[in-house]
């Protein structure tokens, strides 16, 4: 989800709602609450990734197991409250939608589901009894805690706009790729099969085969011994070199491109930041010259 963010609506926000912003977005540029509040969630997002590995040792003393538990209330009432500070502020995230349209944008975004996760499973224990199963699936909610640090990442936030902007030509590679995949897996069961059917015992064991063999994996577990299927694994091959190679020159150019955007709008802020100190200091020296 890309963020189009207004200085001019920013600007226009009450205070209170400037900070929540910056806290949730950009804590180095709030207040000293917003950075404790924007730091402490990137702290209890560590904290809920590293309890996954702490959790699968058994026979640790009670006392890290209470600690955890009290981490963990600690961490869904956080996650509440920066949910709601989420869909609060999220008219200032998309400066080009209404409120409310930015507001339901947030709330069915992946993001904003994955945000909804992180306390939701929490909050209905204190509420409801868990059976086995749903106990079992705590650590997966901890995983999950995990993927909000993205937003704290400038390199994955970079992946995803590349996505967002190339998403046609990525599809189109990705559809290219699974077209070869299909179809060496199914020349390669109708060649192998009457040879080897206890190895090539249906298409989707030629599927194994095609991509282990276009990835350049190659385990050696699935090897062709026709004449005809050593001749369609050649192709494969040769053929794979090109079709792996397009998805990774379009991600190149979208990374090259994306970090040009970024660094002129890095020095377009800039440059209107020392305006502003310019323009400070000439109406303080007018008002001391009066």
Known sequence: MTLRVDDGKLDDASPFKRQAFYALNAPMRGNVPARVFGIGIFVLIIANALFVFVDAHTGLPDVIYAVMAAIGMVSTVCFLIEYCFRVW??????????PKRARVRYVVSLMGLIDLLAFLPGMLAWFFPLSPALLASVPVIRLVRLIKISRYMKGLHSIALVFEKR???????????????????????????????????????????AMTTITSTGYGDLVPVTGMGRFIGFCTMVLSIAVVAIPAGIFS???????????????????RERMDECEGQDEGDGDASR
């Open 167 to 209: 998403r046609q030509e990525i599809i189109s590679a990705f559809m290219v790729l699974a077209l070869l995949t299909v179809t060496a897996s199914v020349l390669m069961y109708q060649v192998e099969n009457p040879v080897q059917p206890e190895k090539f015992d249906s298409v989707f064991t030629g599927m194994y085969w």
């Open 253 to 271: 150019a979208g990374f090259v491109s994306q970090f040009r955007e970024d660094d002129a709008r890095t020095a377009r802020r800039e440059r």
């Open 89 to 98: 502020t999220s008219d200032l995230s998309h400066a080009d939608m209404k």
